[in-house]
């Protein structure tokens, strides 16, 4: 699905009501109807507070009531109004309201004309004060209504977009804004960017995605660099497997992984990589691990280092068709030898790179320029600032992402809740799958023998990282179901990949 900027937003808007055709104020009922319908499933029998702005959010706020008010449900509507106009559509849903049920209204001017104290406890606040309109951060009355709304205990559902929050922009990072901590947002026909950033985020809740029926041709056919990750893709990516085939055919893994006292990395790398289906895995160790990994994982072969404890060299890379090095390989001085020999002796082999493989380009920058085109990255936030230096809010956040993957050739998986998957074009693909239960010691391991047993059965870089990332999330969500957040360990992810990629389908 595709994430559009704020002004596609408006032309898409406009597109439809030209091209469907629709009126403007028909399409605004058409959303409320929508919105109404999800409130009423998911609060049902619920008394409302509905907070409503001057513009078209606003506008859906007021036709949201009456329709509310239709049902039979409770509703006051607080209209916050400084002496602006309200826009066209607004104005119409005010008046349809005022001839249904004119006593469910009151208009407040200044702060203390709004009676928090009335609204009981269970109400649900709908926030329909800014839209995709905003344009400034609030200040004045506005800033002070979202303030006192965030006191309150009860449940806030936003309409397309948390009061106060920008669809994309920096000033989602100022300090000091005020901006509706919803519990629920309902956002028309797609989520925008800001709801996948950390620091803008956090003020969304749980989005729900409510198809208004927008143009399609039109969405199709617009430029767009940011996508979220759907099952139905995924779905279409997934290589499904011939009767006739044999390990042959599934592509050989090399995993060098592990160290004295980090074994288990490596443990868990290789049990991920069999479990997404590599025909055979390598995996090389320092010459103590031999005993453990055998033993661990009986499924692999092993590649034993000359060196007791650390990487030092590497086998014939001839024989793989993907390698995945990094997890608990620690940065000692020949290690970084290995490494950089290896990148020089890479063919067309795929590569992805974590953990200690990542903090050894970062500390020595002149290996990113060895890294072959269209290797993998996967860096954690705090592993990604260390090559890209100190970001000053999201939005640079995610710019620096698309420059380094621009500039280096490479695919980035940045860890976090939505994962993002950056390609050497800049274009960025958002996970929503996977639970906060995931951070946990080895997670990110697993992602590495995941995104290579992917990467070694033929999928290409792009195909891998997103279907990758999409599986361990989904496998998480699955272990979730056995384990709380605080219990879940890599493992138990790894035994729900099977159930994951039986949900893909
Ligand atoms: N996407 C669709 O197809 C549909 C969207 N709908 C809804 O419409 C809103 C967007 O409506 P819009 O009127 O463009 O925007 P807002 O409701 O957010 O409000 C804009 C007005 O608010 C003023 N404004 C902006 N920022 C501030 C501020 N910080 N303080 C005070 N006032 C502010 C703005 O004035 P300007 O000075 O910036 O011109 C506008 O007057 C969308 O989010 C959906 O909810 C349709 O109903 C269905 C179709
Ligand atoms: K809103």
Redesign the pocket.
Known sequence: MKILAPQQIRDLDQYTIQHEPISSIDLMERAAQHVASELMEKFYNKRFCIFVGTGN?GGDGLAVARVLDDFAYTVKVILVKTSVKLSADASINLDRLLKTNPTCLSTVKKIGEVDFGQIKKDAIIV?????SGLSRPLEGLYKSVVDAINELPNKVV??????GLFAEYDKNSAQGNSI?RAHTTLSFQMPKLSFFMPESGCHVGQWHVLDIGLARNFIREQPCSHYVVSKKQIKKLRKKRPLHSHKGNYGHALLIAGSYGKMGASIIASKACLRSGVGLLTAHVPHWGYGIIQSAVPEAMTSIDRSDMFFTEFPDLNTFSAIGIGPGLNKKRNTVLAFETMLDNMNSQALVIDADGLNILSENKHLLGKVPENAILTPHPKEFERLVGVWNNDMDKLSRLKKFCQQYQVFTVLKGAYTVTCTPNGTCYFNTTGNPGMATAGSGDALTGIITGLLAQNYSPEEAAVVGVYLHGKAGDLALKKESTESMTALDIISCLGAAFKKIG
């Open positions: 959010n926030d329909a004060l800014f839209g936003s309409i397309d977009i948390p009061s509706i």
